[in-house]
C-alpha cells in the first residue's frame, strides 16, 4: 500500500467513504505558518457536496477538526492532523449489491487485490470522498507558498464538449466569484455547461470535463530531475484524484502537430528578466521551473455512477446480471474537482519549494 506522498512536505491521508471521518497528516511544515480553522474551511467548501443542484445532495457538513500540529494560530513544527467527520451515511444499497462491481469503478479490482477485505461502502478509500483530504492539506500549502508570493487556481475548461474561451487572469479570478456552480470563468459557456449537466442528469447519465490549473509566480528552478520533475511530481499526485484520466501541461498533446519553429518559445527579457515571449512548455523546461506560469489541464472522466442500467456480473454467482447503481451522485464531478486539481498543485509546489530551500523552516 502507498498513502504517504512528498519528501519535504508529506501528507499521509486516511478514512473511506462511509467510515468514521476523513483525515489528512500533513508532516514537514514549517513553524511560525499563520493559519486558522476558517482558512482550511474555506478551502473545504469549495468541494463539499450539495452546494447547487448540479452536484451530489449528500448532506455532509465537511467541517473541519484540527488535532494537531496548530496552535494559538500558527504552525508548531509538529504533525498538522486533521479530520472531517462522514454523517450522511446510507450503506444499504452497497450491502445489497456487494457482489455486483459496478461499470467504472474499483469494485472488482479492490475486491480482488484486497482478497474481498476491502470496504465497498461507497467505495471506501477509492471514492472521491477522500479528496477532502487533498483540499485541507492543500489550504496549508497554499498559505506556505503565499509567503513566496506563489499563486494557485484553478477553473473548469470544459463539460461535455462546451469549451471556455481563453481570458485574462484577473477576469478569471473576478469571474470565479460566487454563484458560479461549474467553477467556468467564461459565463457564456457555463450555461452552456450547465444546460449538459442537467440533460444528463434527466437521462439517467453523467458528463466529465477538463480542469486547467495555473500557478502564477513559481520561482525558477523548482524540481529535481530527472524522476522527481515538476511534471512527474504533479503527475503523480493529479492522477492520485479518482476519475482524472489525462494530464498534459502546456501545448500538451496540441504540440505533437506543431512544427518545432512553432513548439519552441522564444527568450525575451523584460524589467530585466528572462522570459518567454510564447508558454508552449507550460512553465517547465527539462522538469525544472522557468518562471513562466506553470499551466495543466486534468481530464476528469464521467461519473461512474449512473442511473441507467449497466451490464455487470455477479461476483459469487459467476453470472452476468443487469445493475442501476441509485443513491447521491454527481452528474458531473469536474465542478468539485477544481479545488482538488488547485490543492494538488500547491501540495506538490510547496513541497518541491522546500526542497530547493526557497521556503524558510520557520515562517513566523
Known amino acids: 500500500m502507498s498513502n504517504i506522498i512528498g519528501e519535504s512536505f508529506r501528507l499521509a491521508y486516511f478514512g473511506e467513504s462511509h467510515g468514521p471521518c476523513i483525515g489528512v497528516v500533513v508532516d514537514g511544515c514549517p513553524s511560525g505558518l499563520k493559519i486558522k480553522a476558517g482558512d482550511i474551511q474555506n478551502e473545504l467548501d469549495k468541494r463539499k457536496p450539495g452546494q447547487s443542484e448540479l452536484v451530489t445532495q449528500r448532506e455532509e457538513e465537511d467541517k473541519v477538526e484540527i488535532l494537531s500540529g496548530i496552535f494559538n494560530g500558527r504552525t508548531t513544527g509538529a504533525p498538522i ?15 445489497e449489491r456487494r457482489n455486483l462491481p459496478r461499470p467504472g469503478h474499483a469494485d472488482y479490482t479492490a475486491s480482488e487485490k484486497y482478497w474481498g477485505f476491502n470496504d465497498y461502502r461507497g467505495g471506501g478509500m477509492f471514492s472521491g470522498r477522500i479528496t ?80 486547467e490549473g495555473i500557478a502564477l509566480n513559481v520561482p525558477v528552478g523548482l524540481g529535481e530531475p530527472v524522476f522527481d520533475s515538476v511534471e512527474s511530481e504533479l503527475s503523480k499526485l493529479i492522477f492520485s484524484i479518482p ?73 459469487t454467482k459467476m453470472e452476468e446480471e443487469t445493475i442501476s447503481v441509485r443513491g447521491k451522485h454527481d452528474p458531473c464531478l469536474v465542478p468539485r474537482a477544481v479545488p482538488v486539481v488547485e490543492s494538488a498543485m500547491a501540495i506538490v509546489l510547496a513541497d518541491l519549494a522546500l526542497r530547493a530551500d526557497r521556503v524558510p523552516r520557520v515562517v513566523g
Open 132 to 211: 477532502a483530504s487533498f483540499v485541507m492539506a492543500g489550504a496549508i500549502a497554499k498559505k506556505l507558498l503565499g509567503k513566496i508570493d506563489v499563486e494557485v487556481l484553478a477553473y473548469t475548461k470544459e463539460i461535455a464538449g462546451v469549451k471556455s474561451g481563453d481570458m485574462p487572469i484577473d477576469q478569471i479570478r473576478k469571474n470565479m466569484g460566487g454563484g458560479n456552480p461549474v467553477r467556468c470563468p467564461d459565463l457564456e459557456a457555463a450555461e452552456k455547461m450547465i444546460a449538459e449537466i442537467k440533460k444528463a442528469r434527466k437521462e439517467g447519465d453523467s458528463v466529465g470535463g477538463i480542469v
Open 81 to 95: 492532523a486533521m479530520i472531517i467527520q462522514n454523517r450522511c451515511v446510507d450503506s444499504t444499497p452497497y450491502e
Open 243 to 315: 476519475s482524472v484520466k489525462g494530464v498534459e501541461f502546456g501545448a500538451g498533446f496540441r504540440a505533437a502537430g506543431l512544427r518545432g519553429s512553432e513548439n519552441n518559445d522564444p527568450f525575451e527579457i523584460r524589467d530585466e528578466k528572462i522570459i518567454t515571449k510564447t508558454n508552449n512548455c507550460g512553465g517547465i523546461l527539462g522538469g525544472i521551473s522557468d518562471g513562466m506560469p506553470i499551466v495543466m489541464r486534468v481530464a476528469i472522466k464521467p461519473t461512474s455512477s449512473i442511473s441507467k442500467p449497466q451490464k455487470t456480473v455477479n461476483m
